[in-house]
């Protein structure tokens, strides 16, 4: 794929067909509870149970696909856990080398199961900044193309499908979407949302934790405005800028940008566990957290998508929040 902002559906719709039986049709779940509580009927993506525990797998999936066609023998990824886990499954899948960049805070859930799936896991700061500086060296000492987690328009026409498949279930059971929520890090899950939903109608929103909302300060700003990001429970969702490529797809098509705090992503991923029985974590609960705080139409029910974007999540923060100290929230997330 060598298009960049000229992406558009039928992207996504090429990414979905190469997909078919690569990755898991998730389901879409619902519960009453939570149409009460949003005032809309709510379907949930369930990529909490894709493989690899996330939505990134389909992005990685197809990039690392596409690479290994042409030739390439290995692949480097840097993320704060879930992009590093998915490239190194496709890795093995296809039979490439993996190194993935991971920052010395990342969840153990997360290192372990890249090294589960036979990365060699590289430990590089805290910051994006540290890790991409980290990756780009190896790259260049290996010879091996670094597949970014968002910046990259495979990655984004791959997450897309998940939002593409949700608005073809919705539209199948008669409930077609008027709009559409995924949670934003660095804006690749988003982007393909909005190339998904190019000539529906539907309206499109990201969702960002507050104090890591790079995204809605760029589009109020016109230009990329980098962020020192907070301390958030939502550890997937705190790129200190929005990606170069996911920005110039959203920033005339995404309908508005909703922040959430961590006492409501915790609020979220307590519905999620105990009305879905699915567990989900943080940075994915976050866009249920966002869909409930949109307005409801006062004139008719409207139907909302969400993409639950993944589950992997510490067992130690699963009990933390299912008993929260509110006050902890956020310290507690920056060292799970």
């Known amino acids: 794929m060598t298009r960049t902002v000229g992406q558009v559906r039928a992207d996504v719709e090429e990414a979905s067909r190469w997909l078919a039986g690569r990755v898991v049709r998730t389901p879409v779940l619902r519960s009453p509870v939570i149409d009460e509580l949003a005032g809309a009927q709510v379907?949930?993506?369930?990529?909490?149970?894709?493989?690899?525990?996330?939505?990134?797998?389909?992005?990685?999936?197809?990039?690392?696909?596409?690479?290994?066609?042409?030739?390439?023998?290995?692949?480097?990824?840097?993320?704060?856990g879930n992009h590093a886990v998915a490239v190194a499954l496709a890795a093995r899948q296809h039979g490439?080398?993996?190194?993935?960049?991971?920052?010395?805070?990342?969840?153990?859930?997360?290192?372990?199961?890249?090294?589960?799936?036979?990365?060699?896991?590289?430990?590089?700061?805290?910051?994006?900044?540290?890790?991409?500086?980290?990756?780009?060296?190896?790259?260049?000492?290996?010879?091996?193309?670094?597949?970014?987690?968002?910046?990259?328009?495979?990655?984004?026409?791959?997450?897309?499908?998940?939002?593409?498949?949700?608005i073809e279930d919705a539209e199948r059971a008669g409930t077609p979407l008027d709009a559409l929520v995924v949670p934003v890090g660095g804006g690749g899950g988003v982007a393909g949302a909005c190339l998904a939903a190019a000539g529906s109608g539907i309206e499109v929103y990201g969702v960002e934790p507050?104090?890591?909302?790079?995204?809605?300060?760029?589009?109020?700003?016109?230009?990329?405005?980098?962020?020192?990001?907070?301390?958030?429970?939502?550890?997937?969702?705190?790129?200190?800028?929005?990606?170069?490529?996911?920005?110039?797809?959203?920033?005339?098509?995404?309908?508005?940008?909703?922040?959430?705090?961590?006492?409501?992503?915790?609020?979220?991923?307590?519905?999620?566990?105990?009305?879905?029985?699915?567990?989900a974590e943080p940075s994915g609960a976050a866009g249920l957290a966002g869909a409930l705080q949109l307005a409801p139409d006062r004139d008719r029910q409207r139907t909302v998508g969400v993409v639950l974007t993944g589950g992997n999540v510490e067992e130690a923060l699963v009990a933390r929040l299912m008993a929260p100290r509110s006050a902890d929230l956020a310290e507690e997330g920056a060292v799970a």
Request: proline share 4%; net charge negative; aromatic share 2%.
């Open 43 to 80: 379907l949930l993506k369930a990529e909490n149970l894709q493989n690899g525990g996330s939505y990134k797998m389909r992005g990685a999936l197809r990039a690392v696909g596409r690479l290994a066609m042409a030739g390439h023998t290995g692949v480097i990824a840097q993320s704060t």
């Open 210 to 279: 507050v104090g890591c909302d790079s995204l809605a300060r760029s589009l109020a700003a016109g230009v990329r405005v980098p962020v020192t990001p907070a301390l958030t429970i939502a550890d997937g969702l705190r790129p200190s800028c929005v990606g170069e490529l996911p920005f110039a797809i959203v920033r005339d098509t995404l309908r508005g940008v909703v922040r959430v705090d961590d006492e409501e992503i915790a609020a979220a991923f307590r519905l999620i566990l105990t009305e879905l029985k699915v567990l």
């Open 96 to 166: 490439l080398a993996a190194t993935v960049v991971l920052p010395v805070d990342a969840a153990s859930t997360k290192v372990d199961r890249a090294r589960a799936a036979g990365a060699r896991v590289v430990f590089a700061g805290t910051s994006v900044e540290e890790r991409v500086a980290v990756a780009n060296g190896l790259s260049d000492e290996s010879g091996h193309p670094v597949v970014d987690a968002y910046d990259h328009p495979d990655v984004i026409a791959g997450q897309g499908t998940a939002s593409l498949e949700l």
